[in-house]
Protein backbone atom coordinates (compact mmCIF):
# COMPACT_ATOMS: atom_id res chain seq x y z
CA UNK A 1 0.00 0.00 0.00
CA UNK A 2 1.33 3.04 -0.94
CA UNK A 3 1.70 5.90 2.20
CA UNK A 4 0.70 9.05 0.10
CA UNK A 5 1.54 10.98 3.38
CA UNK A 6 4.57 12.06 2.63
CA UNK A 7 6.17 12.45 -0.51
CA UNK A 8 9.73 12.22 -1.59
CA UNK A 9 11.52 13.42 -4.36
CA UNK A 10 15.33 12.94 -5.15
CA UNK A 11 17.09 16.31 -5.04
CA UNK A 12 20.65 18.10 -5.56
CA UNK A 13 21.29 19.78 -2.22
CA UNK A 14 21.42 23.82 -3.64
CA UNK A 15 24.51 24.63 -1.16
CA UNK A 16 26.40 21.39 -1.14
CA UNK A 17 25.46 19.81 -4.25
CA UNK A 18 24.99 16.46 -2.72
CA UNK A 19 22.68 14.50 -3.83
CA UNK A 20 19.51 13.90 -0.84
CA UNK A 21 16.33 12.51 -0.62
CA UNK A 22 13.74 15.34 0.20
CA UNK A 23 10.18 14.69 2.31
CA UNK A 24 7.38 16.97 2.69
CA UNK A 25 4.82 15.60 5.34
CA UNK A 26 0.62 16.10 5.58
CA UNK A 27 -0.38 18.83 5.30
CA UNK A 28 1.39 19.56 2.58
CA UNK A 29 2.75 23.40 2.12
CA UNK A 30 2.76 23.51 -1.00
CA UNK A 31 1.30 21.49 -4.47
CA UNK A 32 3.27 18.22 -5.09
CA UNK A 33 4.34 19.95 -8.51
CA UNK A 34 5.89 22.70 -6.73
CA UNK A 35 7.45 20.74 -4.00
CA UNK A 36 9.66 18.60 -6.51
CA UNK A 37 10.58 21.53 -8.36
CA UNK A 38 11.64 23.63 -6.17
CA UNK A 39 15.31 23.55 -5.04
CA UNK A 40 16.30 22.57 -1.32
CA UNK A 41 18.99 21.90 1.39
CA UNK A 42 20.38 18.32 2.77
CA UNK A 43 19.35 18.09 6.35
CA UNK A 44 23.30 18.45 6.99
CA UNK A 45 23.16 21.88 5.91
CA UNK A 46 19.97 23.00 7.03
CA UNK A 47 21.65 21.73 10.43
CA UNK A 48 24.50 24.23 9.97
CA UNK A 49 22.59 26.67 8.84
CA UNK A 50 20.35 26.05 11.66
CA UNK A 51 23.38 26.65 14.02
CA UNK A 52 24.74 29.73 12.63
CA UNK A 53 21.11 31.45 12.94
CA UNK A 54 21.04 30.23 16.51
CA UNK A 55 24.84 31.56 17.02
CA UNK A 56 23.66 34.92 15.31
CA UNK A 57 20.73 35.14 17.57
CA UNK A 58 22.80 34.59 21.09
CA UNK A 59 24.89 37.55 19.96
CA UNK A 60 21.81 39.76 18.89
CA UNK A 61 20.89 38.90 22.56
CA UNK A 62 24.38 39.86 23.45
CA UNK A 63 24.64 36.73 25.07
CA UNK A 64 22.09 37.17 27.58
CA UNK A 65 19.26 34.64 28.75
CA UNK A 66 16.51 36.38 30.92
CA UNK A 67 17.54 34.51 33.80
CA UNK A 68 21.28 36.00 33.30
CA UNK A 69 19.70 38.82 33.08
CA UNK A 70 18.08 38.32 36.50
CA UNK A 71 20.83 36.78 38.17
CA UNK A 72 23.09 39.92 36.56
CA UNK A 73 20.68 42.68 38.57
CA UNK A 74 20.48 40.65 41.56
CA UNK A 75 24.23 41.03 41.98
CA UNK A 76 24.70 44.33 40.68
CA UNK A 77 21.45 46.38 41.85
CA UNK A 78 20.94 49.13 38.69
CA UNK A 79 20.68 52.69 40.41
CA UNK A 80 19.08 56.14 39.42
CA UNK A 81 20.35 57.01 36.09
CA UNK A 82 22.53 54.34 34.95
CA UNK A 83 22.38 53.48 31.51
CA UNK A 84 21.07 50.02 30.24
CA UNK A 85 19.96 49.58 26.50
CA UNK A 86 16.80 48.01 24.88
CA UNK A 87 16.62 44.82 23.01
CA UNK A 88 13.71 45.32 20.40
CA UNK A 89 13.13 42.19 18.11
CA UNK A 90 10.15 43.71 16.60
CA UNK A 91 9.77 43.39 12.52
CA UNK A 92 12.32 41.31 11.97
CA UNK A 93 15.35 42.79 13.07
CA UNK A 94 17.11 44.24 16.38
CA UNK A 95 16.45 47.63 17.22
CA UNK A 96 19.02 48.78 20.33
CA UNK A 97 18.24 52.00 22.01
CA UNK A 98 20.21 53.24 25.57
CA UNK A 99 17.59 54.05 28.38
CA UNK A 100 18.32 55.37 32.22
CA UNK A 101 17.33 53.82 35.26
CA UNK A 102 14.18 56.21 36.43
CA UNK A 103 12.99 54.49 39.80
CA UNK A 104 16.06 51.03 39.97
CA UNK A 105 14.00 49.13 42.63
CA UNK A 106 10.17 49.79 42.30
CA UNK A 107 7.44 47.39 44.23
CA UNK A 108 8.32 44.44 46.07
CA UNK A 109 8.85 43.05 42.86
CA UNK A 110 11.81 45.28 42.53
CA UNK A 111 10.69 46.87 38.86
CA UNK A 112 13.03 48.54 36.81
CA UNK A 113 11.43 51.58 35.66
CA UNK A 114 13.33 53.39 32.86
CA UNK A 115 12.87 56.31 30.31
CA UNK A 116 12.23 56.09 27.62
CA UNK A 117 11.22 53.65 24.79
CA UNK A 118 8.42 51.90 23.60
CA UNK A 119 7.29 50.39 20.35
CA UNK A 120 4.02 50.97 21.06
CA UNK A 121 3.33 48.29 22.67
CA UNK A 122 5.88 47.99 25.66
CA UNK A 123 5.83 49.88 28.69
CA UNK A 124 8.58 51.57 30.91
CA UNK A 125 8.75 48.75 33.54
CA UNK A 126 11.13 45.72 33.06
CA UNK A 127 11.18 42.80 35.78
CA UNK A 128 14.51 41.88 37.00
CA UNK A 129 14.77 39.50 34.03
CA UNK A 130 14.73 41.93 31.81
CA UNK A 131 10.81 41.09 30.90
CA UNK A 132 8.60 43.95 29.93
CA UNK A 133 6.07 44.11 32.84
CA UNK A 134 3.12 45.28 30.18
CA UNK A 135 3.94 42.84 27.75
CA UNK A 136 6.08 39.82 29.27
CA UNK A 137 5.55 37.82 26.09
CA UNK A 138 6.58 40.60 23.89
CA UNK A 139 9.69 41.56 21.73
CA UNK A 140 11.26 44.34 24.00
CA UNK A 141 13.65 43.44 26.63
CA UNK A 142 15.88 45.11 28.83
CA UNK A 143 19.64 44.21 29.09
CA UNK A 144 22.39 45.33 31.19
CA UNK A 145 24.81 48.46 29.17
CA UNK A 146 27.28 46.68 26.30
CA UNK A 147 30.02 48.88 25.90
CA UNK A 148 30.12 48.48 21.88
CA UNK A 149 26.68 48.12 21.26
CA UNK A 150 26.38 51.23 23.46
CA UNK A 151 28.96 53.64 21.58
CA UNK A 152 27.73 52.61 18.31
CA UNK A 153 24.07 53.73 19.40
CA UNK A 154 25.28 57.08 20.54
CA UNK A 155 26.57 57.81 16.84
CA UNK A 156 23.30 57.13 16.02
CA UNK A 157 20.54 58.73 14.82
CA UNK A 158 17.83 59.34 17.34
CA UNK A 159 19.70 56.88 19.80
CA UNK A 160 18.62 53.66 17.92
CA UNK A 161 20.62 51.20 16.27
CA UNK A 162 18.83 48.72 14.03
CA UNK A 163 21.09 45.51 13.01
CA UNK A 164 20.88 42.43 11.83
CA UNK A 165 21.61 39.43 13.74
CA UNK A 166 24.70 38.70 11.61
CA UNK A 167 25.90 41.83 11.75
CA UNK A 168 25.87 42.09 16.08
CA UNK A 169 27.92 38.56 15.55
CA UNK A 170 30.25 40.74 13.44
CA UNK A 171 30.62 43.39 16.29
CA UNK A 172 31.01 41.17 19.26
CA UNK A 173 31.34 37.53 18.46
ZN1 LIG B 1 23.98 20.06 1.52
Known sequence: MKNNSV???????SHCHNKFTARMMKPFPTSVRDFKLSSGKCRECREKQQKVFQKHRNSAALHWTFDGVKEHFEGNPPYVGQELLIHDTSWHTNTYAIV??????????KRIIVESYTNGYSGQSFYRSGKNCFSPKGQVKLLP???KIGSLIKKSPRNELRLSSQEVYDIIG
Not at 7 to 13: A, G, I, L, N, S
Not at 100 to 109: C, G, Y
Request: aromatic content about 4%.
Open 145 to 147: YNE
Open 100 to 109: TVKVPSHTRQ
Open 7 to 13: VECQKTC
